[in-house]
Structures are given as structure tokens and as C-alpha cells.
């Protein structure tokens, strides 16, 4: 604790190179913190699907046929589920996955063949699980199921929407990385950028997991 | 994080920090907390004014000093004020300040991370108060009942105030949980391990992974409150088949870890104050730990016990009661090593061991009345009714506030330099604790009597003329407390800061630097080699430890200003605050566009931009 001039040091490390108490890196740590929170925020929102499940006073309903008001009058509607276009977007989701596995085995070897081709993989998952979304959505719509239409729809649109902008927004995470990745901004010592978004992205899959038999397959 | 002055090499002299532009972008934990403490102070006064209006109201029978419509809005925003803006960013103060310190670190886990949560509840907090320049300040109660606060019973804009700006303090009071979770947890110094530190950093972690797991459930409710006022649906509107009661229990399963989440930090507080001031180790040190992880455990299993009204069956109730009436046995453990860690202890009479065996006597009030409310068929003669105003003040005002201001008076020397006057501060003391028990016991006996909550009069010849009467006294001397506080305040800021680094014979860390702390809080991290560090410095040296120099500090690397932090604060009131205006505005989505564009940029510049 004095005034002592320092002998010439070489310049400090980058913070994530600080040693920490556990040996986890800050940012790693508070992914899996969010990761926890998150876990409740969909854990209610699943729950809420479930009480109200079978509580709708008007159609459409996700698998039977129903009375329901479209074109201004009331009509009966079918089930609207597509379980197979579903079943595909999902296998597409759980595939991204895999695909980031590969995308950061790349990175952390330096080989950004790899990285680059496996990573634009991911992206190009996610925006297909959106876009598959999106039609459902809309083919929804035009069934006359409005957002407010019944339980069912605003506790489907909102479980689902919540979790479609979950892997919104690992998309545009994963799309900045394939950006800074093409620019060859992630050498393997970088490679826990990758892995922080890939963290995500498996948990918002693993969401999915629940949601996918939970919503779509229990009748 | 880096342990010797000499473990870098001189860096590139610190950007200037002064002025207010320097307050905006400051990333210190220190400067934080103390933006954090005077903006929950200036919260704190204004719901106590809120509450001497209501007071003053109740005084007398048939009383017309405000209106009905008034007294409404201002026991929701007394309750909501007092939560979200005062006593949960009180806490946070000392967060901020604190836990860096108390383990032996330069900052917080992203120090940028924690300017956002500030930001983000200031705007937040202002955002809800600026309802009452809209005449139109929240109204239906600070649990936010559904079917109430649907539009048919509470059309205007006085719910979605409510509902947004909670939103808004949700994202800060999130952001704030993950960095001191990881605070907590990574940059703790070495020999720092987790059954070594101090009470207060144990019970603030315990409460950040509250925070984590509570939240999410309200920040849903909120969420269907939303759609249900602006976008068609009907989540809790029993005409489109939705239940009100859903959102009691998601409000609940929030809410009562959210107790624990206000209670925590004050128990960690005067966990520190009582030892300090006996002279003596904390009593039962793990037993204090393993207790207040055991409160928050069970915290998440008692939510319907607010909800016994309701009518859930025996079953529901039996398992509710007998949950909730388990989480005395760790309070119970708490209180008696509290009474222990006394017991013997060669005790220093300075005023904040007053505040702190205040909040322990008063704590024990309120939870016994708890206990009472854990008892279905008690319950039923007692909710909704001045027994609960009693039962809740008694623990978030005798137990919250108290040990807050235990901590207020124990560590004011550490944050400003300056010790506060310790006559004034016994004055505080004495006047505070007179006049709140003055207030709130006898409201114990107005609810017994039936006098029902949130009535903005009553009729004279009930009985109930007496007592509301002394307890509006009891207000007037409560809020003359504070007003010896302030002025305490005042004459302290005009006298010399040579507060010693040690005012208090302190067992923790941050004891051994100057009052106030350098920047970089620790030159040299020192050896930790049980809870109580600085004991074990002061007994190896024989006697009083020297006065600590402030050293230069050059070389030591601290995080640089930044001001995206502040810029995406405000992309995050652009967005949800535009909910406000669904029904007022044909475009309101173009601000939540702009919202979302100054949001997105302030995030991409802010990870881009180096933090060190």
C-alpha cells in the first residue's frame, strides 16, 4: 500500500480471464441465473394453459370440433391443430441445437469452416421455427381465432408468442455472432461468446420440449 | 479479480467522473448505492406523506379531508410506493454498497449491468408517481385484485399506471437479482468462502434468488392484466370464462416470497449490527444461514394463506396453514441467536443497536400476530381488517424499516465519511419507536372491533373514534422522527468528514479502508480467514489497527464510465410505457417502435463497447 512505482507490466488481461471464486465465468453464471428465472416465467404461463384447458366457452378448439362465430356468424368449426407441420417446425428446433453444439466444437477448435457453416445452421433453424410460427399464427386468424377469441386462444397465443420471442431473440443473439464469426471476431479463446448464446439457445429448445407435447399432443 | 496493486501496469488515467454527467454514467457500486439510497429516501418521504394524509383523514368520524376516490388512490400508492420504491431499493443501497465491500471485491459482477437497474427503477418509479400529475394515480390497491382492476370496474388510466410501471421496476429489480446472485457467488476474495461471509451478504444472496424465482410469476399476471385491459382477452373476466382468483394465486406465489425478499436484508443487517455492538461473534452463525435459506424455502409453499377468503377447502387450507405456521420455527431460531449473540455481550449503547434491538422486539409482534393469521378460522374474523394493517406493519415497518435504519446509522459513517449525531440519533430513535407502536398496536384492537381496511371513513358510535384518534397522534410523532433524521442529516453534511476508517470496532471487511472507501475499494485485499476478518487482523496486531492511508491506486483497473446503461433504461420505458396509451393514441405503436429502436441500439452499443 505505497506510492512504490510499479516495474513495467505487460498490459492487464481481458476481465473474463479474472479468476473467480468458482471458477465460472460472470457472464456463464448469470446465464444460468436467467435460465432459473425463466423457468418460472414459463412455468406460469404452462400452468395457466393447463387450468384453463377445456374452460373455453366458444370455439375453435385446439383438437375437436366446435361452435364457433366466423364471418359474423356462428358456425361449426374444426380442431385447429396441424400436428404434423408442428412436429416438423420442432424437429427443425431441436435440430438448431445440435447444430450450435457444432457450431461452438468449431470454435473452440478454431476451425471457422466449422463454426461459420454450423452457427448460419442454427440461425437458419430458429428462422424457420418463426416463420413456421408466423403461418400457424396466421392460418389461426383465419380460422376465426382471434387473440381474445376464447381461453384457449389467449392462453395459446401467449405461451406460444412468449416463446416464439424467446427464439426471436436468439436469433438475432446467434445471427450477430455468424456476423462477428464471417468477420473472424471469435477466435477459440473467444469461443464463450458462442457458448453464453448457445446456453440460451438450448434452454428456449428445452422449453419447447415441454411445450410441444404439453399444448399440442395432450387431448 | 486482481488482488495487489501491482498486478497491472498503470492504465490510462481515469476518465473524468465528476459533475452530473459523471453521476449519469458512473458505473461504481458506491456511487450507485448512493443514488439508489437518496431516490428511495425521496420515495420512502412521499408514501409516508401519504400515509399522515390518511391518517389525518381517519382522525375523526365522517371526516372530509379527502375524498373517497382520493383515499383510494392513496393507500395503493402508500402500499406500492413502500414496497417497490422504498424499502426494496432501500435494500438495494445497501447492496450495492455492501456486498462488493463486505467480500472483498472492486465492483459488482457488471458493474454496467447495475447503472441499467438503477436507471430503470428511477424511471420506473417516476413513471408511476407521474400518475398523480394526470389525476389518475392507481387506485385499486397495491395487490391489484382482478376483477377490480379489469376496465369495466377500473376504466382510466389509474390500473395501467399501476400495472406498467410495475413492469418497469420488474425488470429493474431482475436485472439488479442475476448481478448480485453473481456477485455473490464469483468475485468473492480469496479465502472468502461462502460459510465465511458476513450475515448480510448471506441473507441478500438468499433474497436475490427470491427475486429470481418470484418475479417471473407477477411479471406473468401482469402480463395477462394487460391483455385483459388492452388487447381483448379475458384471463381473469368470469363473463369470457377467465378466474379472478387465478391471479390471487399468481399474484401470491410472487407476494409472500416478496416478504421475504423486504424482511431479508434487514434481518442480514442487524446480523451485523448486534454482534458489532455485543462485542461477541454472531450467535449460531450457520444455524443463521441454514434458517434464513429454510424461510425462503418454504416462502414459496404458503402464498394461500393471503387467499384463505377464497374458499379453497380443508385441504387447501390445512396444508397452508400448517406451511406457514412452520416458517416460525427458523424465524423463532433467528430471534433466539439474535437474543443470544446479547446474551453476555459486553453491549455498546450507540444508536444502532437501539434500531436494531427495536427491530427484533417489534419483529417479534408482528410474527406472533402472523401466527395468528396462519390459523384458518382466525383468519376469517381477521382479514380485511385494521388486524392485518397491525400484523403487516409490525414486520415491514417494526422489521423492515428498523433494521434499515439500523444500517442507515451503522454504516453512514463508512458511506459519507461523517458520523451522525449520536443524541439526534437516540432522539430518532426513542420518537420513532414511541410513536409507531402508538400508531399500529392499537389497530390490533380496531380490527378486533371490526373496523374493516381501506374504508376512507366511518360513522361516529362504532367504537372506533378513541383509538384512531391516538393512533393519528402516533402518526404525527412518527413522521417528527424523521423529520429528526433529516435534520440529523443536515448538521451532519456541514461538519468535517474525518470519520474514522473503524468508527464501530467492525468485524467485516469493509472496516479496515478509509471511510469513504477509494474507488477501487481494495488496494490490497486482506487475509480472510473467518467471518469475522477484521477481529482477526486487530487481535493478531495486539491493538487498534492503524489509521488506513489512502494510496494512490495507480494501476488498479476499474470499469469505465458508461452511458448505454442509462440510454437502454430509457428504450425499456419507451416500450412498455407505451402501453399506456393503447386506447388514447391511434399509433401508439410508433413510440413502442422507437422504444424498441433506442433499446436495441443501447444494447448493441453497450455490448460492443469494452468494459474495462
Known amino acids: 500500500m505505497s506510492h512504490a512505482a510499479a516495474p513495467p507490466r505487460p498490459p492487464p488481461p481481458p476481465a473474463e480471464e479474472h479468476p473467480t471464486a468458482t471458477g465460472i465465468d460472470n457472464r456463464k453464471l448469470a446465464i444460468w441465473a436467467l435460465i432459473g428465472s425463466e423457468c418460472l416465467f414459463f412455468a406460469s404461463l404452462i400452468s395457466t394453459y393447463l387450468v384453463y384447458k377445456g374452460k373455453s366457452l366458444i370455439g375453435p378448439l385446439p383438437h375437436t370440433e366446435s361452435q364457433c362465430m366466423l364471418h359474423g356468424k356462428l358456425q361449426t368449426c374444426e380442431g385447429v391443430f396441424e400436428i404434423p407441420l408442428v412436429t416438423f417446425g420442432t424437429a427443425v428446433l431441436l435440430f438448431s441445437s445440435f447444430f450450435v453444439v457444432l457450431a461452438l466444437y468449431g470454435a473452440q477448435r478454431g476451425n471457422r469452416k466449422m463454426l461459420i457453416g454450423w452457427l448460419a445452421g442454427t440461425v437458419l433453424s430458429g428462422m424457420f421455427f418463426v416463420g413456421m410460427q408466423v403461418y400457424e399464427f396466421t392460418h389461426f386468424y383465419h380460422k376465426g381465432m382471434g387473440y381474445g377469441t376464447n381461453l384457449f386462444s389467449s392462453t395459446f397465443f401467449t405461451l406460444t408468442g412468449f416463446h416464439g420471442s424467446h427464439v426471436t431473440v436468439g436469433v438475432i443473439w446467434l445471427a450477430t455472432l455468424l456476423v462477428l464469426a464471417v468477420r473472424g471476431k471469435i477466435p477459440a479463446e473467444k469461443a464463450l461468446n458462442l457458448e453464453l448464446a448457445a446456453l440460451y439457445w438450448h434452454f428456449v429448445d428445452v422449453v419447447w420440449i415441454v411445450i410441444f407435447p404439453t399444448v399440442y399432443l395432450l387431448r | ?612
Open chain 2, 1 to 612: 479479480m486482481a488482488t495487489g496493486v501491482l498486478d497491472h501496469a498503470p492504465a490510462a488515467p481515469a476518465p473524468e467522473t465528476t459533475g452530473i454527467w459523471g453521476w449519469i454514467t458512473t458505473v461504481d457500486h458506491k456511487r450507485i448505492g448512493i443514488l439508489y439510497g437518496t431516490t428511495a429516501f425521496m420515495f420512502f418521504l412521499l408514501g409516508g406523506i401519504e400515509a399522515l394524509i390518511m391518517r389525518l383523514q381517519l382522525m375523526k368520524p365522517d371526516n372530509t379531508l379527502v375524498s373517497a376516490a382520493t383515499f383510494n388512490s392513496l393507500f395503493t400508492m402508500h402500499g406500492t410506493t413502500m414496497i417497490f420504491l422504498g424499502v426494496m431499493p432501500l435494500s438495494a443501497m445497501f447492496f450495492n454498497y455492501f456486498i462488493p465491500l463486505q467480500i472483498g471485491a472492486r465492483d459488482v459482477a457488471f458493474p454496467r449491468l447495475n447503472a441499467f437497474s438503477y436507471w430503470v427503477f428511477l424511471l420506473g418509479g417516476l413513471f408511476v408517481n407521474f400518475s398523480f400529475l394526470l389525476n389518475a394515480a392507481p387506485n385499486a390497491g397495491w395487490f391489484g385484485y382482478a376483477n377490480l382492476t379489469e376496465t369495466t370496474y377500473s376504466p382510466g388510466l389509474n390500473t395501467d399506471f399501476w400495472v406498467l410501471g410495475l413492469q418497469i421496476l420488474g425488470i429493474a429489480s431482475m436485472a439488479a437479482a442475476i448481478n448480485f446472485f453473481v456477485t455473490v457467488v464469483n468475485p468473492r476474495a480469496p479465502g472468502m468462502r461462502m460459510l465465511r461471509m458476513p450475515m448480510f451478504v448471506w441473507m441478500s444472496f438468499i433474497t436475490q434468488i427470491l427475486l429470481l424465482l418470484a418475479f417471473p410469476v407477477i411479471t406473468v399476471a401482469l402480463i395477462f392484466l394487460m391483455m385483459d385491459r388492452h388487447f381483448g382477452t379475458h384471463f381473469f373476466i368470469p363473463a369470457g370464462g377467465g378466474d379472478p382468483v387465478l391471479w390471487q394465486h399468481l399474484f401470491w406465489i410472487f407476494g409472500h416470497p416478496e416478504v421475504y425478499i423486504l424482511i431479508l436484508p434487514a434481518f442480514g443487517i442487524v446480523s451485523e449490527v448486534l454482534p458489532v455492538f455485543s462485542r461477541k461473534p454472531l450467535f449460531g452463525y450457520t444455524a443463521m444461514v441454514f434458517s434464513g435459506a429454510f424461510i425462503a424455502f418454504l416462502g414459496f409453499g404458503v402464498w394461500s394463506h393471503h387467499m384463505f377468503s377464497t374458499g379453497m377447502g380443508p385441504f387447501a387450507d390445512s396444508f397452508f396453514a400448517i406451511s406457514t405456521m412452520l416458517i416460525a420455527v427458523p424465524t423463532g431460531v433467528k430471534i433466539f441467536n439474535w437474543l443470544g449473540t446479547l446474551w453476555g455481550g459486553s453491549l455498546q449503547f450507540r444508536t444502532p443497536l437501539y434500531f436494531a434491538v427495536g427491530m427484533v422486539a417489534m419483529f417479534i409482534v408482528g410474527g406472533l400476530s402472523g401466527v395468528m393469521h396462519a390459523v384458518p378460522p382466525a383468519d376469517l374474523q381477521q382479514t380485511d381488517s385494521y388486524f392485518v394493517v397491525a400484523h403487516f406493519h409490525y414486520v415491514l415497518f417494526g422489521g423492515a424499516i428498523f433494521g434499515l435504519t439500523a444500517g442507515a446509522y451503522y454504516w453512514f459513517p463508512k458511506m459519507s465519511g461523517r458520523m451522525l449525531d449520536e443524541t439526534l440519533g437516540k432522539l430518532h430513535f426513542w420518537l420513532m419507536f414511541i410513536g409507531f407502536n402508538v400508531t399500529f398496536f392499537p389497530m390490533h384492537f380496531l380490527g378486533l372491533n371490526g373496523m374493516p381496511r381501506r374504508v376512507y371513513t366511518y360513522p361516529a358510535g362504532l367504537n372506533f373514534e378513541f383509538w384512531n384518534r391516538i393512533e393519528t397522534y402516533g402518526a404525527l410523532l412518527l413522521g417528527a422522527s424523521f423529520l429528526v433524521f433529516l435534520w440529523n442529516l443536515g448538521a451532519t453534511f456541514r461538519k468535517p468528514a474525518h470519520a474514522p476508517a473503524d468508527p464501530w470496532r467492525g468485524a467485516t471487511l469493509e472496516w479496515l479502508i478509509p471511510s469513504p472507501p477509494q474507488e477501487f475499494n481494495y488496494a490490497e485485499v486482506p487475509p480472510v480467514n473467518s467471518s469475522t476478518p477484521a477481529w482477526d487482523l486487530r487481535r493478531a496486531h495486539g491493538r487498534p489497527l492503524p489509521e488506513p492511508l489512502r494510496v494512490s491506486g495507480a494501476g488498479i483497473h476499474m470499469p469505465r464510465p458508461s452511458k448505454w446503461p442509462a440510454v437502454t433504461a430509457v428504450g425499456v420505458l419507451g416500450v412498455i410505457g407505451s402501453m399506456l396509451l393503447t386506447h388514447a393514441v391511434q399509433h401508439w405503436y410508433a413510440i413502442t417502435l422507437t422504444g424498441a429502436a433506442i433499446l436495441f441500439y443501447g444494447v448493441y452499443r453497450w455490448a460492443f463497447e469494452p468494459a474495462f
